[in-house]
């Protein structure tokens, strides 16, 4: 619901509210963005009527005024706004809307340079608009509603000094108490005027102490988290320079009281539709106030507009949950689920997927592919495919982006007979790209060497062997979407991997003048949004998948084209327990893509058993990436298994409400609270911990539950030399002995059932059987080393 009156702005979902007001000096001014200021009834009631009834919006008058901050202390060396208005000191207000130059010395919004060389930017409002709906973008990816129940507000400021104006569009989501933000800039002067930086979103919030949780890392090292304090100055988490959204920092973060947690405290997530720099910021005055900024990072970037045009800014999501990280991360999940992710795809299970990376990397045929394929299908694998290593001469990865035609070696039938094989033996056929690159050893680089990024008559630098292509440059968009067109019609293709493994250096547009290479970032992602949006609607049916190295590029304006990305190049389950929980705050498991791949591990030389690899993986968008035709028999079993389970719990573990449990562990129930699955990891085994305990949250506390887990295979050979202590003679550990009862033996791990209330889980939790301790094994024993990991499953009881 959204009430405008030209004096009060109210966005209000059932349970939060967004207030703010006109000043008499035209500036806005920022009260309230939290906890609902009504009842839920009282919302309901609001909702009902048509135009708010005159003893409602007096009640609402009343209300902002209580809550409006009453003195302005505007004493000393602060400015006041002007004469007129000589009691209005910017620096004191929280502000819908700051630029730069008229007294407010804090973080900006807007910084523009007029045509006269002045900073000095002065927007006041004039208009505002409510409308139903949500309006599209017209140059960046956005959000959309399909149940056309979000409702948007367009506030209308304008710096009249110089003939410019700038929209703010406010659009709020019910279903999920989200709002989101961006802004237009109109240029209706004469001359063109300079952008230095144009945020989507700035946020006053009456406190200090503040905490900025963000998540940074690196390549393979994905999303760690991060948690700062701004008591005084400024917190950052912002993409620099890499040119895309970034491992390094990914432009979800979450604002919150400092002892917010998963269960306790008021936060904000915010997260931008957007894949390139940007910039998130937490500032401070010390004493009484903070600043979130977020958008377009403005190192690096400017923008000539010219008379008559516009820039928009990409949009800000914000979710505000006073339950704690859990109550917002439901929130961003259900709005990136429903209001980002779109098409054919968006509700669909995603198939279960064996990837020919680490199962073979650049060295395959097409007969190793399909006997790959071959024991996938025998395991209840749904969809084959081919990573990098099919096209040109690329048998290493020195050489061939570009050429995007099929290597005849490998593939003597070209994709075509390869895929029409795959589809014979009964599964779905992918394929790898990566069509934002070139090698300079291709042959499109050696016919349009100036295609490729870089400082025309310099040394440049180069990622994996290769060069950005120039995406700013309508030629090379049409190249990359013809290039692509025939690739994804050379068969029977039903899922794509689009691949991006550099960061940008040398940023530079043999197509730009002098004075806008400071527009090249953002005008490459305006150019690859223009690919991915032709691509992804000449070829509805397709599932995408992004990829930058593993999750490098992981942002909602990659999620607005692409229902999935892969998380991360770091296949180590454990590794991945940390990658995904932190995808887990801003990200839903149905766009993360998550393999089971072979140990020891090739990123890390761990060993972790099956069993933790698959369940850890269960967690996302599933699938393997090993080499089945070298697997054992009982291990193959063991996948078949695995497989079976997942198509049987897929909807829930893809499409279910995710809550964080302490110790690495989640659960995640289905929308009608009848199923749950719980998981379980020990990171570090210790005997006589027989305490365990996991305290559910989101069960219907209503609904009784029948709880059991999920068997787990076990190995005489996993006891060692304690075989011994079962066996009538000796076994030497290790020995033709040893081996043999372990082929023949079944030993499986120990089967917990339960029968409990969803009160009594969600208030005390499910006791785990008794851990292994060395002594008194029974086959009730829990066994879990470390890294072994348990899944619950939680079904209601109908009595
Ligand atoms: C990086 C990706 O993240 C990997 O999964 C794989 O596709 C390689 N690129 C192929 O070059």
């Given at each position: 619901?959204?009430?405008?009156?030209?004096?009060?702005?109210?966005?209000?979902t059932?349970?939060?509210?967004?207030?703010?007001?006109?000043l008499?000096?035209?500036?806005?001014?920022?009260?309230?963005?939290?906890?609902?200021?009504?009842?839920?009834?009282k919302?309901?009631?609001?909702?009902?009527?048509?135009?708010?009834?005159?003893?409602?919006?007096?009640?609402?008058?009343?209300?902002?005024?209580?809550?409006?901050?009453?003195?302005?202390?505007?004493?000393?060396?602060?400015?006041s706004?002007?004469?007129?208005?000589?009691?209005?000191?910017?620096?004191?207000?929280g502000?819908?809307m700051?630029?730069?130059?008229?007294?407010?010395?804090?973080?900006?919004?807007v910084?523009?340079?007029?045509?006269?060389?002045?900073?000095?930017?002065?927007?006041?409002?004039?208009?505002?608009?409510?409308?139903?709906?949500?309006?599209?973008?017209?140059?960046?990816?956005?959000?959309?509603?399909?149940?056309?129940?979000?409702?948007?507000?367009?506030?209308?400021?304008?710096?009249?000094?110089?003939?410019?104006?700038?929209?703010?569009?406010?659009?709020?989501?019910?279903?999920?108490?989200?709002?989101?933000?961006?802004?237009?800039?109109?240029?209706?002067?004469?001359?063109?005027?300079?952008?230095?930086?144009?945020l989507?979103?700035?946020?006053?919030?009456?406190?200090?102490?503040?905490k900025?949780?963000?998540f940074?890392?690196?390549?393979?090292?994905?999303?760690?988290?991060t948690?700062?304090?701004?008591?005084?100055?400024?917190?950052?988490?912002?993409e620099?320079?890499?040119?895309?959204?970034?491992?390094?920092?990914?432009?979800?973060?979450?604002v919150?009281?400092?002892?917010?947690?998963?269960?306790?405290?008021?936060?904000?997530?915010?997260?931008l539709?957007?894949?390139?720099?940007?910039?998130?910021?937490?500032?401070?005055?010390?004493?009484?106030?903070?600043?979130?900024?977020?958008?377009?990072?403005?190192?690096?970037?400017?923008?000539?507009?010219?008379?008559?045009?516009?820039?928009?800014?990409p949009?800000?999501?914000?979710?505000?949950?006073?339950?704690?990280?859990?109550g917002?991360?439901?929130?961003?999940?259900?709005?990136?689920?429903?209001?980002?992710?779109?098409?054919?795809?968006?509700?669909?299970?995603?198939?279960?997927?064996?990837n020919?990376?680490?199962?073979?990397?650049?060295?395959?045929?097409?007969?190793?592919?399909?006997?790959l394929?071959?024991?996938?299908?025998?395991?209840?694998?749904?969809?084959?495919?081919?990573?990098?290593?099919?096209?040109?001469n690329?048998?290493?990865?020195?050489?061939?982006?570009?050429?995007?035609?099929?290597?005849?070696?490998?593939?003597?039938?070209?994709?075509?007979?390869?895929?029409?094989?795959?589809?014979?033996?009964?599964?779905?056929?992918?394929?790898?790209?990566?069509?934002?690159?070139?090698?300079?050893?291709?042959?499109?680089?050696?016919?349009?060497?100036?295609?490729?990024?870089?400082?025309?008559?310099?040394?440049?630098?180069?990622?994996?062997?290769?060069?950005?292509?120039?995406?700013?440059?309508?030629?090379?968009?049409?190249?990359?979407?013809d290039?692509?067109?025939?690739?994804?019609?050379?068969?029977?293709?039903?899922?794509?991997?689009?691949?991006?493994?550099?960061?940008?250096?040398?940023?530079?547009?043999?197509?730009?003048?002098?004075?806008?290479?400071?527009?090249?970032?953002h005008?490459?992602?305006?150019?690859?949004?223009?690919?991915?949006?032709?691509?992804?609607?000449?070829?509805?049916?397709?599932?995408?998948?992004?990829?930058?190295?593993?999750?490098?590029r992981?942002?909602?304006?990659?999620?607005?084209?692409?229902?999935?990305?892969?998380?991360?190049?770091?296949?180590?389950a454990?590794?991945?327990?940390?990658?995904?929980?932190?995808?887990?705050?801003?990200?839903?498991?149905?766009?993360?893509?998550?393999?089971?791949?072979?140990?020891p591990?090739?990123?890390?030389l761990?060993?972790?058993?099956l069993?933790?690899?698959?369940a850890?993986?269960a967690?996302?968008?599933?699938?393997?990436?090993?080499?089945?035709?070298?697997?054992?028999?009982?291990?193959?079993?063991?996948?078949?298994?695995?497989?079976?389970f997942?198509?049987t719990?897929r909807?829930?573990?893809?499409?279910?409400?995710?809550?964080?449990?302490?110790?690495?562990?989640?659960?995640?129930?289905?929308?009608?609270?009848?199923?749950?699955?719980?998981?379980?990891?020990?990171?570090?085994?210790?005997?006589?911990?027989?305490?365990?305990?996991?305290?559910?949250?989101?069960?219907?506390?209503?609904?009784?539950?029948?709880?059991?887990?999920?068997?787990?295979?076990?190995?005489?050979?996993d006891?060692?030399?304690?075989?011994?202590?079962?066996?009538?003679?000796?076994?030497?550990?290790?020995?033709?002995?040893?081996?043999?009862?372990?082929?023949?033996?079944?030993?499986n791990?120990?089967?917990?059932?339960?029968?409990?209330?969803g009160?009594?889980?969600?208030?005390?939790?499910?006791?785990?059987n008794?851990?292994?301790?060395?002594?008194?094994?029974?086959?009730?024993t829990?066994?879990?080393?470390?890294?072994?990991?348990?899944?619950?499953?939680?079904?209601?009881?109908?009595?």
């Amino acid at each position: 619901m959204i009430y405008a009156d030209g004096k009060i702005f109210l966005l209000q979902t059932r349970k939060v509210s967004y207030l703010f007001r006109k000043l008499e000096s035209g500036h806005l001014e920022h009260i309230h963005f939290g906890g609902s200021i009504f009842s839920e009834e009282k919302y309901e009631d609001l909702c009902s009527e048509i135009d708010l009834e005159d003893a409602d919006k007096e009640l609402l008058e009343k209300i902002t005024l209580s809550m409006a901050p009453k003195h302005f202390n505007g004493g000393g060396n602060m400015n006041s706004y002007s004469d007129e208005f000589s009691g209005t000191f910017l620096e004191m207000l929280g502000l819908e809307m700051s630029s730069f130059g008229k007294g407010d010395i804090r973080e900006p919004m807007v910084e523009l340079v007029y045509p006269d060389g002045s900073s000095t930017v002065d927007f006041l409002f004039y208009d505002y608009e409510v409308r139903k709906g949500k309006r599209a973008l017209e140059t960046l990816p956005y959000s959309y509603d399909d149940l056309d129940r979000a409702q948007k507000l367009v506030i209308k400021l304008a710096d009249k000094e110089y003939n410019t104006r700038l929209d703010l569009l406010y659009t709020v989501f019910p279903d999920c108490d989200c709002i989101t933000r961006s802004a237009v800039l109109y240029n209706d002067s004469d001359q063109p005027v300079k952008v230095e930086r144009l945020l989507s979103a700035s946020l006053d919030i009456p406190e200090t102490g503040l905490k900025l949780t963000s998540f940074h890392g690196r390549w393979a090292y994905e999303m760690g988290r991060t948690d700062s304090v701004c008591r005084g100055g400024k917190v950052v988490s912002e993409e620099l320079a890499a040119g895309e959204s970034g491992s390094r920092s990914n432009p979800f973060v979450i604002v919150s009281e400092e002892t917010a947690d998963d269960t306790h405290g008021r936060c904000i997530g915010f997260n931008l539709i957007y894949s390139g720099n940007h910039y998130e910021a937490l500032s401070s005055n010390g004493a009484s106030m903070s600043r979130f900024v977020t958008g377009i990072q403005p190192a690096g970037f400017t923008w000539t507009l010219n008379k008559g045009e516009s820039f928009e800014t990409p949009e800000a999501v914000m979710a505000f949950s006073d339950k704690g990280f859990n109550g917002m991360s439901r929130n961003m999940h259900q709005f990136v689920r429903k209001h980002i992710v779109r098409g054919s795809w968006r509700d669909k299970e995603r198939p279960i997927l064996i990837n020919s990376w680490e199962a073979n990397y650049f060295n395959f045929t097409q007969g190793s592919l399909l006997s790959l394929a071959r024991e996938a299908k025998k395991c209840g694998i749904e969809l084959f495919v081919m990573d990098d290593g099919w096209f040109g001469n690329r048998n290493d990865d020195k050489r061939s982006l570009g050429d995007w035609y099929e290597n005849k070696k490998k593939l003597p039938g070209g994709v075509k007979e390869l895929a029409d094989k795959i589809t014979d033996i009964g599964m779905l056929f992918g394929i790898w790209v990566e069509p934002e690159m070139v090698n300079e050893d291709s042959d499109l680089y050696r016919a349009h060497p100036d295609w490729a990024v870089q400082v025309p008559g310099h040394p440049h630098s180069k990622g994996r062997n290769q060069m950005n292509l120039d995406l700013t440059r309508t030629e090379v968009q049409d190249y990359v979407i013809d290039a692509m067109k025939k690739v994804f019609s050379s068969g029977k293709i039903s899922y794509v991997k689009w691949d991006m493994n550099r960061i940008f250096s040398d940023r530079f547009s043999t197509g730009l003048p002098a004075e806008r290479q400071g527009e090249f970032q953002h005008r490459y992602y305006l150019g690859l949004y223009r690919c991915m949006k032709e691509l992804t609607e000449s070829f509805p049916d397709i599932l995408f998948e992004g990829c930058s190295a593993g999750g490098n590029r992981f942002d909602l304006g990659i999620l607005c084209y692409f229902p999935q990305i892969w998380g991360s190049d770091d296949t180590d389950a454990i590794c991945r327990l940390d990658i995904q929980r932190g995808y887990s705050y801003g990200y839903p498991a149905s766009t993360v893509g998550a393999h089971v791949s072979a140990c020891p591990n090739h990123q890390t030389l761990n060993d972790i058993s099956l069993e933790s690899r698959f369940a850890i993986a269960a967690a996302g968008c599933f699938g393997y990436e090993l080499n089945l035709c070298d697997m054992g028999d009982s291990e193959k079993k063991v996948i078949s298994g695995q497989v079976e389970f997942y198509k049987t719990w897929r909807h829930l573990f893809q499409f279910g409400d995710y809550y964080r449990l302490p110790e690495d562990g989640y659960i995640i129930v289905s929308r009608d609270k009848t199923k749950a699955i719980a998981f379980a990891v020990e990171r570090y085994a210790r005997p006589n911990n027989d305490y365990k305990c996991i305290r559910t949250v989101g069960l219907d506390e209503n609904k009784i539950y029948n709880v059991t887990n999920r068997v787990v295979p076990l190995r005489i050979m996993d006891f060692g030399s304690l075989v011994n202590t079962m066996t009538p003679m000796h076994v030497k550990q290790d020995g033709i002995i040893h081996h043999i009862i372990d082929k023949f033996a079944n030993v499986n791990g120990e089967e917990q059932k339960d029968l409990s209330t969803g009160a009594a889980l969600n208030r005390h939790g499910l006791s785990l059987n008794g851990s292994f301790a060395g002594t008194g094994y029974t086959g009730n024993t829990r066994i879990m080393r470390t890294g072994d990991t348990r899944l619950y499953i939680f079904c209601e009881e109908k009595m």
